[in-house]
T-cell receptor, first 116, second 111 residues
């Protein structure tokens, strides 16, 4: 198992450019999430999905779009990059636990994005 | 806003000493989890404690949960230089189908 993979590892964008951060998992997990981590802070939830075709907003969704057409993939799209989106982005996945709880999350290695 | 707040923000100890980190949260939870993050890397799950549990052990880790005080603590015994990392608590709340993370404790273990 490769676990959770993210591409690219590093990216530099100019203000106004768009791009897609890729995330894939091979563990057949129902739940997938995107977080951003800013220096010295914890992770803030951007968007999440509880299954193919189902997505929902997290704490900081503005400026980002997601879709979930397959169980394996959960891409994050930046529509028009802004310097405030400079951050490290982590994708995570998990099983749907007993009672609908989200249990252990498995994280990808992250994408470090700089917007100039 | 962050659900959990860790205390202290930073902790420096000598190898062999115990390290204790605390986490407070604001709303009802189904479970609370602790994760470790080495510098520049992704997060690794350490331990999960459910709301009906009060204490849990895993190797050198001991986690307690006090739902009446909305707080948890993580104890790392006999620390090693390799334990140097940031530690985050994260909560799963009813009706919210993703984790909410605290701001983390940076642990430095001096050899």
């Amino acid at each position: 198992n490769a676990g959770v993979t993210q591409t690219p590892k590093f990216q530099v964008l100019k203000t106004g450019q768009s791009m897609t951060l890729q995330c894939a998992q091979d563990m057949n997990h129902e739940y997938m999430s995107w977080y951003r981590q800013d220096p010295g802070m914890g992770l803030r939830l951007i968007h999440y999905s509880v299954g193919a075709g189902i997505t929902d907003q997290g704490e900081v969704p503005n400026g980002y779009n997601v879709s979930r057409s397959t169980t394996e993939d959960f891409p994050l799209r930046l529509l028009s990059a802004a310097p405030s989106q400079t951050s490290v982005y982590f994708c995570a996945s998990s099983y749907r636990g007993a009672g609908g709880n989200t249990d252990t999350q498995y994280f990808g290695p992250g994408t470090r994005l700089t917007v100039l | 806003s962050q659900q959990g707040e860790e205390d202290p923000q930073a902790l420096s100890i000598q190898e062999g000493e115990n390290a204790t980190m605390n986490c407070s949260y604001k709303t009802s939870i189904n479970n609370l989890q602790w994760y470790r993050q080495n510098s520049g890397r992704g997060l690794v799950h350490l331990i999960l404690i459910r709301s009906n549990e009060r204490e849990k052990h895993s190797g050198r880790l001991r986690v307690t949960l006090d739902t009446s005080k909305k707080s948890s603590s993580l104890l790392i015994t006999a620390s090693r230089a390799a334990d140097t990392a940031s530690y985050f608590c994260a909560t799963y709340s009813p009706g919210r189908r993703a984790l909410t993370f605290g701001s983390g404790t940076r642990l430095q273990v001096q050899p």
